[in-house]
């Protein structure tokens, strides 16, 4: 089955760690995007990627980090720089980025919770 | 910048009942509008796309229109069921996109 596989479903950061969220998707999708969303509050664009080796800050990117070495995989790591990662957390992709009329997909989420 | 607003914030209904829920936005110059549904603790699952150059979508009792000049769009579904519960999303892309706050839909047996 074609999907956008989010793990883990939990996770919880101690004070000055990094944590790193896995997003992988077999939808042979060129753009992939990672949204933070907080209760009561729309989803937040925090990084994406048109294509491999390149990605693009979101709204908000400070304290968020990424990587696209590979087309199917698209890892958000969360830094000790970021003062308030307790949050939902959204990977989509999408056939095409901006523009494009191509939906974009979501998995299933990754909750973040500080320790 | 664009603005995404929803309204109402939550919705409650009998069964059988025909309802609409809002979107609206400040920036006509999009390029399309989506609606997604989210059910407690999941990601989301996309519902109708509407490009800037349409006027409606329709997927089974589903009907989404889109006003860009007025900035808004509607969701209108039709003999709503118990299984519709969940919280609907608008989305508008200009380049990315911006996410409206959801209306939490209950749909009372």
């Known amino acids: 089955d074609g999907g956008i596989t989010q793990s883990p479903k939990y996770l919880f950061r101690k004070e000055g760690q990094n944590v790193t969220l896995s997003c992988e998707q077999n939808?042979?999708?060129?753009?992939m995007y990672w949204y933070r969303q907080d209760p009561g509050q729309g989803l937040r664009l925090i990084y994406y990627?048109?294509?491999?080796?390149?990605?693009q800050k979101g709204d908000i990117a400070e304290g968020y980090s990424v990587s696209r070495e590979k087309k199917e995989s698209f890892p958000l790591t969360v830094t000790s720089a970021q003062k308030n990662p307790t949050a939902f957390y959204l990977c989509?992709?999408?056939?095409?980025?901006?523009?494009?009329?191509?939906?974009?997909?979501f998995g299933d989420g990754t909750r973040l919770s500080i320790l | 910048k664009q603005e995404v607003t929803q309204i109402p914030a939550a919705l409650s209904v009998p069964e059988g009942e025909n309802l609409v829920l809002n979107c609206s936005f400040t920036?006509?110059?999009?390029?399309?509008l989506q609606w997604f549904r989210q059910d407690p603790g999941k990601g989301l699952t996309s519902l109708l796309l509407i490009q800037s150059s349409q006027r409606e979508q329709t997927s089974g009792r589903l009907n989404a229109s889109l006003d860009k000049s007025s900035g808004r769009s509607t969701l209108y579904i039709a003999a709503s069921q118990p299984g519709d519960s969940a919280t609907y999303l608008c989305a508008v892309e200009g380049g990315k996109l911006i996410f409206g706050q959801g209306t939490e839909l209950s749909v009372k047996p």
């Open positions: 920036d006509s110059a999009i390029y399309n």
């Open positions: 990627s048109q294509i491999v080796n390149d990605f």
């Open positions: 939808l042979n999708h060129d753009a």
């Open positions: 989509a992709s999408s056939m095409f980025q901006g523009g494009s009329g191509q939906p974009q997909h």
